[in-house]
C-alpha cells in the first residue's frame, strides 16, 4: 500500500466532512518515552459516523492500509469500531523510531497515479513528514534533541478542476504529543515552531492545516544499560569490600599456641 491511497483517503475524508459541514476527522499522533531504550509511536484516529456513510469505501480502505503498515513494522492495530482506530508501534532506540516513523509516513507515489479512472482531475494533497532524532549517551542518562517537520500546507485549500472544494484547517483536527519521565523542554527557533500546551509530563502541539509545522524538543531519559552497568560495578566493588574486610586472607597462616 502506498502513499497515493493514503492522499486519496484522507482527500476524501476533507472532501465528505466539508460536504457535511458537521463531520470532523481527529489524528492524534504521540511519542511516548519510558527510556532510551523503550518506547511507543501511538496513533489514535476518530471519525465522524457521517463521513464513513458518506464515503465508507474510501475511509475504510484508508484506516485498513494503516492496519497493514503497523503490522509490517511489528506493531499492532485495535479497531474501537468502524470509525476508530488506535495503533501502536514500539521502538527499542531512537535510530529505530527515526527509520520506523520516516517509514509509516512517507511513501513513493506511483508515477502514473493521478490517472485512475473518475479521479484524474482531483488534486490530492502533497504532504511531507520527517523525523529526527540525535541521542548523545552520557553513561547514566541520554540527552535527546527531536526535530519533527511536518508541510500540511497542500491541505490549506482542496481543489477539483481548479474550484475551492473544502478548507481542511476547519474540518481536521491534528494533534502531536511527547511525554516523557522527565519531561521535555520545547525549542523556539523558527517562525514555524509551534507553541505547545503542556499537561503533566506530556507536550501536546496543535497541528496547523495548510502550513509548515516545526517541532523542536530537548529531553533527557533514563539510560538502562548505563545504569546496569553502574550496579555490575557496584556489585563487584561490594564484594571485594566485603571478602577483604570481614573476611581472613587464606594466604595469613596461624601458629598455633603453645602450653
Given at each position: 500500500?502506498?502513499?497515493?491511497?493514503?492522499?486519496?483517503?484522507?482527500l476524501?475524508?476533507v472532501?465528505?466532512?466539508?460536504?457535511?459541514l458537521?463531520?470532523?476527522v481527529?489524528?492524534?499522533?504521540?511519542?511516548n518515552f519510558?527510556?532510551?531504550?523503550?518506547?511507543?509511536?501511538?496513533?489514535?484516529?476518530?471519525?465522524?459516523?457521517?463521513?464513513?456513510?458518506?464515503?465508507g469505501d474510501?475511509v475504510?480502505?484508508?484506516?485498513?492500509?494503516?492496519?497493514?503498515?503497523?503490522?509490517k513494522?511489528?506493531?499492532?492495530?485495535?479497531?474501537?469500531?468502524?470509525e476508530?482506530?488506535i495503533?501502536?508501534?514500539?521502538?527499542?532506540?531512537?535510530?529505530?523510531?527515526q527509520?520506523?516513523?520516516?517509514?509509516?509516513?512517507?511513501?513513493?507515489?506511483p508515477?502514473?497515479?493521478?490517472?485512475?479512472?473518475?479521479?484524474?482531475?482531483?488534486?490530492?494533497?502533497?504532504?511531507?513528514?520527517?523525523?529526527?532524532?540525535?541521542?548523545?549517551?552520557?553513561l547514566?542518562?541520554?540527552?535527546?534533541r527531536?526535530?519533527?517537520?511536518?508541510?500540511?500546507?497542500?491541505?490549506?485549500?482542496?481543489?477539483?478542476k481548479g474550484n475551492?472544494?473544502?478548507?481542511a484547517?476547519s474540518?481536521?483536527?491534528?494533534?502531536f504529543?511527547?511525554?516523557?519521565?522527565?519531561?521535555?523542554?520545547?525549542?523556539?527557533?523558527?517562525?514555524e515552531?509551534?507553541?505547545?500546551?503542556?499537561?503533566g509530563?506530556?507536550?501536546?502541539?496543535q497541528?496547523?492545516?495548510?502550513?509548515?509545522?516545526?517541532i523542536?524538543?530537548?529531553?533527557?531519559?533514563?539510560?538502562?544499560?548505563?545504569?546496569?552497568t553502574?550496579?555490575?560495578?557496584?556489585?563487584?566493588?561490594?564484594?571485594f569490600?566485603l571478602?577483604?574486610?570481614?573476611?581472613?586472607?587464606p594466604?595469613?597462616?596461624?601458629?598455633?599456641?603453645?602450653?
Open positions: 500500500m502506498n502513499m497515493y491511497i493514503f492522499r486519496k483517503g484522507l476524501w475524508l472532501i465528505s466532512a466539508s460536504l457535511l458537521s463531520g470532523c481527529q489524528y492524534d499522533l504521540g511519542l519510558d527510556n532510551a531504550n523503550n518506547g511507543q509511536l501511538v496513533q489514535h484516529i476518530k471519525l465522524a459516523e457521517q463521513l464513513t456513510s458518506f464515503s474510501y475504510y480502505e484508508w484506516l485498513n492500509s494503516i492496519e497493514r503498515r503497523a503490522r513494522l511489528e506493531g499492532s492495530a485495535q479497531r474501537i469500531s468502524q476508530e482506530i495503533v501502536k508501534i514500539p521502538f527499542s532506540d531512537g535510530r529505530e523510531l527509520d520506523k516513523f520516516n517509514e509509516f509516513f512517507n511513501y513513493r507515489t508515477q502514473k497515479a493521478d490517472s485512475v479512472e473518475g479521479e484524474s482531475n482531483l488534486e490530492l494533497p502533497n504532504i511531507t513528514s520527517n523525523l529526527v532524532l540525535e541521542q548523545n549517551n552520557f547514566l542518562l541520554v540527552r535527546n527531536l526535530v519533527y517537520d511536518l508541510d500540511l500546507r497542500s491541505l490549506a485549500l482542496i481543489a477539483n475551492v472544494l473544502a478548507n484547517g474540518i481536521i483536527d491534528l494533534d504529543s511527547l511525554q516523557t519521565p522527565w519531561g521535555a523542554r520545547n525549542i523556539q527557533q523558527t517562525e515552531a509551534i507553541e505547545p500546551e503542556k499537561n509530563k506530556q507536550l501536546i502541539w497541528l496547523h492545516p495548510g502550513e509548515l509545522n516545526h523542536e524538543v530537548v529531553f533527557w531519559l533514563p539510560s538502562p544499560l548505563g545504569i546496569g553502574l550496579l555490575i560495578i557496584l556489585f563487584i566493588w561490594a564484594g569490600y571478602r577483604y574486610t570481614f573476611m581472613p586472607d594466604r595469613i597462616q596461624f601458629a598455633p599456641k603453645q602450653s
